[in-house]
């Protein structure tokens, strides 16, 4: 029997609200992709010790079309990752992102790339929003040189620091504290950007956590601690965990925001309210009440601790590519062709991206020995061969 309560139960939230009438349109549509549009979020947001955002999102016919493709390039690279995963291409542990990706886009519509994003191991979409390529992807992921992490870090530690993009951390919580670490170098450098920490909702109840928002609180850090709140840490249903789940008002005197993360919209607006706030006042905490449909990892069939038909309500109810597609087809924005075609092309693009993956070479055993220490430092050390390497020292 499933433990899930979170359809029924107080201990849950609007994990079923329906979307249809969640959009309302304030100006007509015209055939400018460019035109400003005015759209209310699907729900209200819920404020702890600050005044929420408008629900009113100013966006544009391009953005929208931008959102849905980003969002369908997401959901199909992560399918594509479950076969792989399954055909013993890729090894290790895998947690995939299908279900949260208006977290990822929505947030990258309300920053910039000089804000830093640091997460978890469920990391590929986010970096795939940072700029990241699909060949990086699928080649760190089977563990070859043309990764982001040149095949030494696998699923769990993507990396861009061009893009302000700081990991991909397998420890959970543990990128919490480094996050604030970001913020706190963006305050003395005073660059006007902010730092993202994102955690899942098992993370939440972890000291460091609450070390590390005191220590910006104190200081009025620029940090922006993001709870994607998906109602599962592992198999752990949120209410038998946290005995209060409201993780946006976790931070007592730190203000705080839930959001509804299967919103791209919300997401997006909730983004520039926090940066705005945290530029000003210091931190603040984003709660995304969001969803995923995979298991936590790939070792976890997901259905052992909640229902399939709970599941499949939300695929129905609160899906955030098919939230987009509502509002592309009703406003005359795109059409259905328009839609089916660019998922044509995503998936064709993901499977160009496998082939290309699949010959890229494997890393040579003395990449070991590559990337441990700065450059310039190190210590005597035997390669594989048993023959003497020497660094020297400064």
């Known amino acids: 029997m499933a433990l899930s309560r979170l359809s029924s139960s107080s201990h849950g939230s609007n994990l079923f609200k329906p979307f249809s009438a969640a959009f309302t349109l304030h100006r007509p549509i015209s055939s400018d992709t460019t035109a400003s549009l005015t759209i209310e979020t699907s729900l209200p947001f819920t404020a702890h010790n600050c005044d929420p955002p408008s629900r009113s999102v100013t966006t544009s016919p391009s953005e929208l079309i931008q959102f849905f493709r980003t969002m369908a390039l997401m ?12 055909a013993k291409l890729i090894r290790g542990f ?24 640091i997460t978890a191991y469920r990391d590929h979409c986010t970096f795939l929003g940072r700029g990241g390529t699909l060949l990086e992807v699928y080649s760190e992921l089977m563990g070859r040189r ?16 061009d893009s302000g993009f700081y990991g991909g951390h397998g420890i959970v919580g543990a990128q919490v504290p480094l996050g604030c670490g970001l913020a706190f170098g963006q305050k003395y450098l005073k660059d006007e950007s902010v730092t993202f920490a994102l955690y899942g909702d098992g993370a939440a109840n972890q000291g460091q956590l609450f070390e590390a928002l005191n220590m910006a609180a104190l200081w009025d850090l620029p940090a922006i601690l993001v709870c994607e709140n998906n109602h599962y840490g592992m198999g752990t249903a949120e ?35 926090a940066k705005e706030h945290a530029l000003k006042n210091g931190p603040l905490i984003l ?39 509502k509002l592309l087809l009703s406003h005359d924005i795109a059409t259905e062709k328009e839609l089916k075609d660019t998922e044509k092309e995503v998936r064709k693009e993901v499977d ?34 048993r023959k003497e390497v020497r660094v020297t020292l400064p």
């Open 146 to 161: 043309d990764g982001c992490s040149k095949g030494k870090g696998g699923s769990m530690h993507f990396y861009k620091k």
């Open 75 to 86: 959901r199909r690279m992560e399918i594509a990752a479950d076969s792989l995963y399954k």
């Open 352 to 385: 160009e991206a496998i082939a290309k993956a699949k010959d890229s070479p494997m890393p040579d055993p003395s990449d070991l020995f590559t990337n441990v220490y700065v450059k310039g430092y190190g210590v005597e050390a035997f390669g594989v061969d």
């Open 239 to 273: 209410w038998r965990a946290a005995k209060s789940p409201a993780y946006y008002k976790r931070g007592d005197y730190v203000p705080g925001l839930k959001v509804d993360g299967m919103d791209v919209l919300a997401v997006k607006q909730a983004c520039k309210f």
């Open 287 to 325: 709660e995304m009440d969001t969803y995923r449909y995979h298991g936590h990892s790939m070792s976890d069939p997901g259905s052992t601790y909640r229902t399939r038909d709970e599941i499949s309500g939300v695929r129905q109810e609160r899906d955030p590519i098919e939230r987009v597609r």
């Open 94 to 117: 895998c947690h995939l992102y299908d279900g949260q990706e208006a977290v990822a886009v929505g947030m990258e519509a309300g920053t910039t790339k000089r804000d830093c994003i």
